[in-house]
């Protein structure tokens, strides 16, 4: 078989000459000198920094801090979906609208609000203080900016899977005298569970990575409140770029594993609606 | 202790004729209070407090951050890259839409893999790979030394690093839309005569507008916003390699809180106009796919 079909439409040629060129000069070529980079270590070099106190204490922080926030939009981001696409109340259009604002808002704008807001003489931190909850300058803070920046992901993936539940379904069950949290077990959560993985997942890709929004509420203090992105930035500054490097590989391994992940779900959920019949 | 009264209620509730009503409302004014708290606590509060902490002390304080001279350079920086790093994303996402969409060939789905490859990337990551490249101690570091060019820490290293981190945005909205709007049109045009040129602007452009400019939107608001990336590539030179992001954080470290988010106001407005725009397209039917 030819390397293409043929077309009556011109231009293959040159927009695909341009693709891959572009491709390769902005992303491919520079991604590759990372790798190289990290490889031009030896093992022991490599592995004494990526398993390095600080470095542990950094995935440590990265990688919970993400979980927990995913899990939180998890709970946060159905409900929002939910009263989004089943309720009818005032401002609700607004509000839908507003939902991709972290996708909008520069991360350091975002970084320095929340901080005002959750520290201690902020309109919120003020009250959370008197409890005893510290949120500015400890993991909370770091969970709180990811879960921010986490939200819009979950919202916008659990949306059109609400919107398909079918709702003749959900009658025809309470008719047959079916509970209200019967149905929702067994009518809407089976439709909307693999967009809730796949919410979960881009959320937690998206937090891992994270860095404006989470450097100034967390505290930054090694092996407590460091981040890993952050540990590379200190790294690079030290112009210890090997260092550097090998951090970055270990993050990219990760975000791979995890787009790979959101690949299969969307697979398995497409294949579980096919399967139902939807 | 409290069960007594509380178990009477529900066995009334459950009992009454229209009591299944009332708990649906129930429940519905409680997940709409719960969403809202929510999104009030994380963000309606932040996004006031960026507007109410630059006016604190006084539109005049407020308005004189935009008189000092590295807040000018800065805002024209972000101008600048913007103005560089969005029409040549446009072209490599018309380019890259049209050659995926309008052609069938091996190894498409591993291109469009590797186009969205800069979003599963850490933004600190995307910065670090042409300091790896370009820096001192970095691939080229050496012989940019010798020839006295600068790329890190100076306005190419940001102009670069920005492209990296949106490079998929236009991209990723044209190449779902074409595909599904089909080569009929085209085909057509083509067989009745038209140029590659009179094609691709009469019938290819028209046909997509919406889905160009709501990618164009979202990958200026990138551009002028993003902070990770071109923070490790700038070398944060006041007044030389600040962009607005990277201004509003040394502001901020100098707890000069008005200016910091009397800065961070302007991009406020930003994110907010994209939003509009953005609704406003949704509403002439176009639907992100």
New interface residues.
Partial sequence: MAFRQPSVLPGFGLTFGFTTFFLSAIVLIPLAALVLMAASMHWGEFVHVVLSPRALGSYRLSFGASVLAAGINLVFGFIIAWTLVRYEFPGRKLIDALIDMPFALPTAVSGIALTTVFAESGWIGRYLSLAGIHVAYTWIGVTVALTLIGMPFMVRTVQPALAEVQRDLEDAAETLGAGRLYVFRRIILPTVLPAMLTGFTLAFARAVGEYGSVIFIAGNLPMKTEITPLLIVIRLEEFDYRGAAALGVVMLVISFAVLLAINLLQTWGRRRLVATGR | MAGGPIQAVREELTTRPGGDAL?ALL??WL??A???A??A???????A??FA?ALEHGVKLYLATFNDADTRSAVRLTLLTAAVVVPLNTL?GL??S???A?????GKSF?IT??D??L??????SG??????F?????FGHFLQEHDISIIFALPGII?AT??VT?PYVARELIPLMQQLG?DE??AA??MGAG?WM??FRVTLPKVRWGLIYGVI?CN?RA?????AV??VSGHIRGLTNT???H??IL?NEYN?TG??AV?SL??L???L??II??LVERTGYKRR
Avoid: D, H
Avoid at chain 2, 41 to 47: D, I, K, T, V
Avoid at chain 2, 102 to 106: L, R, V, W
Avoid at chain 2, 135 to 139: A, E, K, R, S, V
């Fill in positions: 708990w429940t519905r997940l709409i719960l969403s809202l929510f999104l606590a994380l963000l309606f509060a932040p996004l407090t960026v902490t490599f380019a890259a049209w050659c995926i309008k052609f069938e060939f091996k291109l590797l186009i490859l800069p599963a990337v850490s933004p600190v990551i670090m790979v042409y300091v790896l490249l820096g001192l101690q970095g691939w670069i492209m990296f490079f080569n085209e085909e083509m067989t590659a094609t691709f979202l608001a002028m916003g993003e902070f990770g923070s490790v607005m992001p990277l509003i954080e901020y809180f910091a988010f961070a991009l406020t930003l994110a907010v994209t939003l953005k609704t």
